[in-house]
């Protein structure tokens, strides 16, 4: 088991963060070689960065050429650049590969006079390799003629005519090409940005490069997956560059991006001679009459998680109905109080004495699942949760109730009249608790709370890093992607999209999943990265075995052992 701050993940960088790093970096390596550089000197340390990038780009492509099992030769590979830098990484790509033998056409949209600095050097190199380059206009005679020609000639089309340094509308002649491309049907690789796409204003034009996959050169940037954009950019895929590390820690914008590579080194160790309770003891409250399969879905993810005794907190009404369900959970009855049958099979105040006698040896607790916005079952979450001394996962009717902290009237779903002093109110209860928690809302939830998010997903993370920070709670918005917002002001951004999650139940079982990993003794932040991180991969497994259309949460759950077997064997 690792902190995050002992990984090392890759920082999420802004447009303008990336082309700063560049011009930076170029500067830094000059000046370890002579004090003072040339804009010689400056422009081959650029070229050995170009160098490293076309090598890249070069592995990647060579790792998607198939071979014709009839002819045992490969079709020819189509590279289309620019006269800039990312036309200079596509001459590299088209260097080695005829080094490679493998046959490939370069069509620039730039004359060889329109090549400077890095790109000349490109250049020269590819020329000096036996390459040539071939004229654009080329393929919009061909087009007129045999529209598919492309799908017919060649087997892949690697985009490098623009990369991140497009801005606006494309010119005529860069948008014909893009659309003679898109009706291609042939797969394509962009390099650091689709033709099309404006990465400073994060804006997808309507005439756009439609990517298979994107190589991303360096670091991660947020515009590849993200609503607004990533379906232009298709998978990402990022390169590494050797930059000077202390350059780069001039532009870490503390976004970090996560993927379920990091699994393993997150997962805590078992404790292969401790009783149940060494392994962790989850103590959950959940459920009401309406909504008792709120609490088995957490429940059951929580004993499917690692922890060594799980015991659930619900209303005598649904107790039986979820024992029928679930043998392993201890129950903890809670009074219905029956005469009062208005309020029956809800948490209410009178509850509290019970579960605070309960919960005092659990090792972290969850709380919210199908409660209910039942105005006497808010009041008793709102008396409780600041009584609460263990971890604590807050999500679903938890956070609904901290919404109505100033309503009369329990009002589900509804934001208060003044939404500045909802938020204050909220920001000031939540930085009360005294205990680590961690909050798991979704779009409305987080509104009900916060306000709406920013209208742009680029907004959305420095958002997050100030609710966390004022807090002092980590927040995990739930989502595509899923962000979780640290109070030390990192924020960690998990790449998933997969609509067969998008169900009801499916936060639920997250937070069955982040509370075991509480209680087996995760840090907060941990606990909600790597229960995000185990979640989506327990729900891509799911996916490919039922269909988007037909899983559900339960099954998510019945697979939660794949998602931690496979990277702890």
Same mark, same amino acid.
């Given at each position: 088991?690792?902190?995050?701050?002992?990984?090392?993940?890759?920082?999420?960088?802004?447009?303008?963060?990336?082309?700063?790093?560049?011009?930076?970096?170029?500067?830094?390596?000059?000046?370890?070689?002579?004090?003072?550089?040339?804009?010689?000197?400056?422009?081959?340390?650029?070229?050995?960065?170009?160098?490293?990038?076309?090598?890249?780009?070069?592995?990647?492509?060579?790792?998607?050429?198939?071979?014709?099992?009839?002819?045992?030769?490969?079709?020819?590979?189509?590279?289309?650049?620019?006269?800039?830098?990312?036309?200079?990484?596509?001459?590299?790509?088209?260097?080695?590969?005829?080094?490679?033998?493998?046959?490939?056409?370069?069509?620039?949209?730039?004359?060889?006079?329109?090549?400077?600095?890095?790109?000349?050097?490109?250049?020269?190199?590819?020329?000096?390799?036996?390459?040539?380059?071939?004229?654009?206009?080329?393929?919009?005679?061909?087009?007129?003629?045999?529209?598919?020609?492309?799908?017919?000639?060649?087997?892949?089309?690697?985009?490098?005519?623009?990369?991140?340094?497009?801005?606006?509308?494309?010119?005529?002649?860069?948008?014909?090409?893009?659309?003679?491309?898109?009706?291609?049907?042939?797969?394509?690789?962009?390099?650091?940005?689709?033709?099309?796409?404006?990465?400073?204003?994060?804006?997808?034009?309507?005439?756009?490069?439609?990517?298979?996959?994107?190589?991303?050169?360096?670091?991660?940037?947020?515009?590849?997956?993200?609503?607004?954009?990533?379906?232009?950019?298709?998978?990402?895929?990022?390169?590494?560059?050797?930059?000077? =590390?202390?350059?780069?820690?001039?532009?870490?914008?503390?976004?970090? $991006? /996560? %993927?379920?590579?990091? +699994?393993?080194? !997150? *997962? @805590?160790?078992?404790?292969?001679?401790?009783?149940?309770?060494?392994?962790?003891?989850?103590?959950?409250?959940?459920?009401?009459?309406?909504?008792?399969?709120?609490?088995?879905?957490?429940?059951?993810?929580?004993?499917?998680?690692?922890?060594?005794?799980?015991?659930?907190?619900?209303?005598?009404?649904?107790?039986?109905?979820?024992?029928?369900?679930?043998?392993?959970?201890?129950?903890?009855?809670?009074?219905?109080?029956?005469?009062?049958?208005?309020?029956?099979?809800?948490?209410?105040?009178?509850?509290?004495?019970?579960?605070?006698?309960?919960?005092?040896?659990? =090792?972290?607790?969850?709380?919210?699942?199908?409660?209910?916005?039942? $105005? /006497? %079952?808010?009041?008793? +979450?709102?008396? !409780? *949760? @600041?009584?609460?001394?263990?971890?604590?996962?807050?999500?679903?009717?938890?956070?609904?109730?901290?919404?109505?902290?100033?309503?009369?009237?329990?009002?589900?779903?509804?934001?208060?009249?003044?939404?500045?002093?909802?938020?204050?109110?909220?920001?000031?209860?939540?930085?009360?608790?005294?205990?680590?928690?961690?909050?798991?809302?979704?779009?409305?939830?987080?509104?009900?709370?916060?306000?709406?998010?920013?209208?742009?997903?680029?907004?959305?993370?420095?958002?997050?890093?100030?609710?966390?920070?004022?807090?002092?709670?980590?927040?995990?918005?739930?989502?595509?992607?899923?962000?979780?917002?640290?109070?030390?002001?990192?924020?960690?951004?998990?790449?998933?999209?997969?609509?067969?999650?998008?169900?009801?139940?499916?936060?639920?079982?997250?937070?069955?999943?982040?509370?075991?990993?509480?209680?087996?003794?995760?840090?907060?932040?941990?606990?909600?990265?790597?229960?995000?991180?185990?979640?989506?991969?327990?729900?891509?497994?799911?996916?490919?075995?039922?269909?988007?259309?037909?899983?559900?949460?339960?099954?998510?759950?019945?697979?939660?052992?794949?998602?931690?077997?496979?990277?702890?064997?």
């Amino acid at each position: 088991m690792r902190s995050l701050q002992s990984l090392n993940l890759q920082p999420v960088l802004s447009t303008e963060s990336m082309r700063n790093l560049d011009a930076a970096s170029k500067e830094f390596l000059a000046k370890k070689t002579t004090s003072e550089p040339s804009e010689k000197d400056v422009i081959q340390n650029g070229y050995t960065l170009m160098q490293e990038a076309g090598l890249a780009l070069f592995k990647f492509v060579q790792s998607k050429i198939v071979e014709d099992p009839i002819s045992h030769c490969t079709k020819s590979v189509a590279i289309f650049i620019g006269g800039g830098n990312n036309g200079g990484d596509g001459l590299v790509l088209a260097k080695h590969l005829l080094q490679a033998g493998i046959h490939c056409t370069v069509f620039s949209l730039a004359p060889e006079s329109k090549f400077k600095n890095e790109a000349k050097l490109a250049l020269d190199d590819f020329q000096q390799a036996g390459g040539a380059l071939t004229d654009f206009k080329t393929i919009t005679e061909k087009a007129k003629q045999a529209p598919l020609f492309l799908h017919e000639d060649f087997q892949l089309i690697v985009d490098c005519m623009l990369g991140n340094g497009a801005k606006g509308e494309l010119r005529p002649e860069f948008a014909e090409i893009v659309r003679i491309i898109n009706e291609s049907e042939t797969p394509v690789i962009a390099a650091d940005a689709p033709t099309g796409y404006d990465s400073a204003t994060h804006v997808r034009n309507n005439i756009c490069i439609q990517a298979n996959e994107t190589m991303l050169f360096g670091f991660p940037r947020l515009d590849a997956y993200v609503k607004e954009s990533c379906s232009a950019f298709g998978k990402a895929v990022v390169a590494q560059l050797n930059y000077p =590390s202390e350059v780069i820690q001039q532009f870490d914008e503390k976004n970090y $991006l /996560v %993927t379920e590579d990091y +699994i393993s080194q !997150l *997962l @805590p160790k078992r404790n292969e001679w401790g009783d149940k309770r060494n392994q962790g003891t989850a103590f959950i409250i959940a459920g009401s009459k309406d909504m008792p399969g709120a609490a088995a879905l957490c429940t059951e993810a929580a004993l499917r998680s690692g922890a060594g005794l799980v015991t659930l907190a619900t209303t005598e009404a649904i107790t039986p109905i979820i024992q029928a369900k679930l043998s392993e959970p201890v129950f903890c009855s809670l009074d219905d109080f029956g005469k009062d049958t208005m309020h029956r099979g809800t948490l209410r105040q009178e509850n509290i004495s019970t579960l605070l006698d309960r919960v005092k040896h659990a =090792s972290a607790i969850a709380i919210g699942p199908g409660l209910s916005t039942n $105005l /006497v %079952t808010v009041r008793a +979450i709102l008396e !409780l *949760l @600041p009584q609460l001394k263990a971890p604590t996962v807050i999500d679903a009717d938890a956070l609904n109730a901290i919404a109505m902290l100033d309503d009369a009237e329990p009002r589900c779903g509804m934001v208060f009249h003044d939404e500045k002093a909802t938020v204050q109110a909220v920001t000031e209860y939540l930085r009360n608790l005294q205990q680590p928690a961690i909050l798991t809302p979704h779009v409305r939830e987080f509104a009900r709370l916060f306000g709406a998010l920013p209208n742009s997903s680029f907004a959305i993370p420095s958002r997050l890093r100030e609710i966390a920070t004022s807090t002092n709670k980590v927040i995990l918005l739930k989502g595509a992607p899923t962000y979780i917002a640290a109070p030390d002001g990192n924020v960690y951004i998990i790449p998933v999209a997969n609509s067969g999650m998008a169900k009801g139940g499916s936060g639920d079982v997250l937070s069955g999943i982040i509370v075991a990993l509480l209680a087996q003794g995760l840090a907060t932040p941990e606990a909600a990265v790597l229960g995000a991180l185990l979640h989506q991969k327990a729900g891509h497994i799911t996916r490919e075995e039922l269909g988007a259309f037909s899983m559900l949460p339960s099954d998510v759950i019945k697979n939660l052992h794949k998602a931690f077997v496979q990277n702890n064997e």
